[in-house]
């Protein structure tokens, strides 16, 4: 099982070993190659003395929300990660919950993940499909339901400034500063209304490029003995996509470094958050959500860095956990579980009447037993209204693509950046990088992927309409090295 305890982890065998080349630890693959009753990591009191977490349990609770902008789920230590450090904060925050070891994005990109997070509904059923979509006004929402329910709602964010939020006693955005972020944050915390239940969102922009949280901490301490020409700029990064430059040894373990570096100071500023709203007296009664919007390819597939255009689990599997003091002493989850599934747990929990329209499921039971057992349910994503879908069932990861679209990465470069494949099938336990697409040689599996595919959209209401960008929002979009025509 995971451990988040060592301070002192191994160095890479090479120092130059490619970041993606070195073997990962598979606790959870194998778990999903057995597809049947697993005895999963309690980090206290085995699960008989842990007490039932009824529907309600919660109830008159604050939550808080803290989500970071690009953390991939395997960066972390907490999640098999030894190349270096990362992430001691997130780590000892995850260990006072319930940790989920699979959970999966709807989509590879931010403002459709997030809005998907805020309402159980996945993208084409929210609407946002595309980063610079809004909410539409009468769509509903996690704030719409607890602010109806007596709570004030508090948004403060680095990114998704522009998305028509509504539902919210106080926004604010901070285009990208994280430093203001928190710093508002901590005003918030000093005169929060403790005569009523909060709800606090924080968005940190975190370990998006061009890795600003990172700093020159690559350079410093991380891989100071790099001599190329790779460094966290974003015309540098972009040109390694645009003119398909290829990457040694040396210039992956700097990707890593850089994207690491990122994390880093990501994973710093949630110890400021979190130690605030403990000193503060802030968690005691508090329903804390933690999570990534998405991951980051890194060079990974198709000589792409970004996160927008994957279809692959670089992007898609995403760190989440659910942390409430007194109502569970800790444990990972190893079944699959979707962020579709936020809002309706976070509802449940808090005794709050669910949402009139949702597509995902309450994953309370998990949290009274993080080690029930069984395979779980199947996790899905779609991209944009392009319908690519993906599918997670047991080991097995299906990409469909039947009008094999490509996406479209940059308004410039090379029009087959990202070429997909109109079937491709993976093995995650024997191929957790999704190198070797076995669909050719698994005719019915594919089908009886396809089948979930189909049954699991078609069953589902929809409301997917183009919506038009302001010209400004466009070159905000583009900046961070989104397409956005």
Known sequence: MRSAESSCLPRPTSPRTPIHRRARRSTSLAFLAAGALLAACAHDAPTETRPATLAGAAKGWNLVVLSVDTIRADHLNSYGYTVRETTPHIDALLAEGIRFENAMAPRSITWPSLATMLTGLYPSGHGIIENGYGFPDDLETLPKALHA??????????????????????????????????????????????????????HLFGAHS?????????????????????????????????????????DLYRMGAIYDAAVI?????????????????????????????????????????????????????????????GLWSGGEVEQAIEMVDVTPTILDLLGVPPL????????????????????GKPAYSEYGDTRIHTVLSGRWKLVWNPDVLTP???????????????????????????????????????????????????????????QDLPEELKKELRSLGYVAN
């Not at 996160?307 to 670089?314: E, I, K, L, M, T």
């Not at 329209?357 to 395979?375: I, M, N």
């Open 149 to 202: 329910a007596g709570y004030s709602t508090t948004a403060i964010l680095s990114n998704m400034c522009q998305a028509n939020h509504q539902g919210w006693d106080s926004f604010q955005c901070s285009q990208g500063r994280d430093g203001k972020t928190v710093d508002w944050a901590a005003e918030w915390s000093q005169g929060v209304d403790r005569t009523r239940p909060f709800f606090l969102w924080v």
């Open 210 to 250: 061009p890795y600003y949280n990172g700093g020159d901490l690559a350079e410093r301490e991380l891989d100071p003995e790099y001599a190329g020409t790779l460094e966290a700029k974003k015309w540098r990064l972009d040109a390694v996509m645009e003119e398909r430059q290829v990457l040694d040894e040396a």
């Open 265 to 325: 100071g990501s994973d710093r500023l949630v110890g400021r958050i979190v130690d605030d709203l403990k000193k503060k007296g802030l968690l005691e009664h508090t329903l804390l959500v933690f999570l990534s919007d998405h991951g980051e390819e890194l060079y990974q597939h198709n000589g792409y860095l970004y996160h927008a255009c994957s279809v692959y689990q670089s992007t898609l599997h995403v760190p989440m956990g659910f942390v409430a003091p």
């Open 356 to 375: 009139p329209r949702f597509h995902g499921v309450s994953v309370r039971p998990y949290l009274e037993r993080p080690d029930r057992g069984g395979e």
């Open 408 to 466: 479209v990465c940059f308004a410039s470069g090379p029009p087959d950046l990202y070429p997909i494949e109109e079937v491709e099938l993976y093995d995650l336990a024997s191929d957790p990088l999704e190198e070797t697409n076995l669909a050719a040689g698994e005719p019915a599996r594919v089908a009886d992927l396809e089948a979930l595919i189909r049954k699991r959209f078609a069953e589902l209401d929809t409301r997917v309409e183009r």
